[in-house]
């Protein structure tokens, strides 16, 4: 298709999520719970177990979201996304639900909150490759792990050896409450410190959600509707 038929399709899709924010939510927190849930359950094998449960990847996807949702929250205008918009969206969102999303290690990268970690270890890691990866401080040399489980009876806690034991049933539910508040604060719509409102932030970070993929070297950038 040409660029404006692409652009007439965009501008459609962005109407359809954009004129009721807080629905679209509710509905995103709805399929992510049903996804992410169907992947951490598995499938019965001819026995009756439980079989080819996913672990690392509905973790990875989840932290993925905050990045996602973090653009939508701050009205992000560029095409290229990253730990920024994660930050501001589980600062806002995450911490109010569970705290210990701002805490951080007493000794090892002592300036990192637990959702930088997370965000390190999994958006990229295990995302873009399977296994989660530690985070090295040069300072101290040493490294924070991380640690995976289904039904860990600790939740964003650090083991005796700096292991980071993330509980993934937990992360999800924790994702899909605070995509509940995300809503209502969409549907309250107050304007923010910078004046704007979040509805129009909302809108400004989906337009640039579905903008098209481009190499560097085209210029200008051609996106506008």
């Not at 992510?32 to 598995?42: K, P, Q, T, V």
């Not at 090295?136 to 289904?150: L, Q, R």
């Amino acid at each position: 298709m040409t660029l404006d038929e692409y652009r007439n399709s965009a501008i459609r899709l962005t109407a359809e999520c954009c004129t009721d924010p807080a629905g679209t939510v509710r509905g995103w927190a709805k399929l992510f719970d049903e996804i992410f849930s169907a992947m951490l359950a598995g499938r019965k094998n001819e026995t009756g177990a439980a079989s080819g449960k996913a672990l690392f990847e509905p973790c990875s996807l989840v932290v993925a979201r905050w990045e996602f949702l973090g653009c939508l929250l701050t009205g992000h205008s560029k095409q290229r996304s990253g730990r920024s918009q994660a930050m501001r969206y589980a600062k806002q969102f995450l911490e109010p639900i569970n705290p210990r999303y701002g805490h951080k290690h007493p000794t090892i990268l002592p300036r990192a909150t637990l959702a930088d970690l997370l965000f390190q270890m999994l958006r990229n890691a295990s995302l873009h490759g399977f296994v989660p990866a530690g985070v090295y401080d040069p300072s101290t040399n040493s490294c924070i792990a991380c640690g995976v489980d289904y039904s860990s009876p600790t939740h964003l806690e650090f083991d005796g050896r700096a292991t980071f034991v993330v509980d993934s049933s937990r992360l999800l539910r924790e994702l899909v409450d605070s995509m509940t508040s995300f809503a209502a604060y969409l549907e309250e719509n107050r304007r923010t410190p910078s004046t704007r409102l979040p509805r129009d932030d909302f809108r400004e970070g989906y337009r640039w959600r579905v903008a098209p993929s481009v190499a560097a070297a085209v210029s200008p950038y051609p996106w506008e509707f």
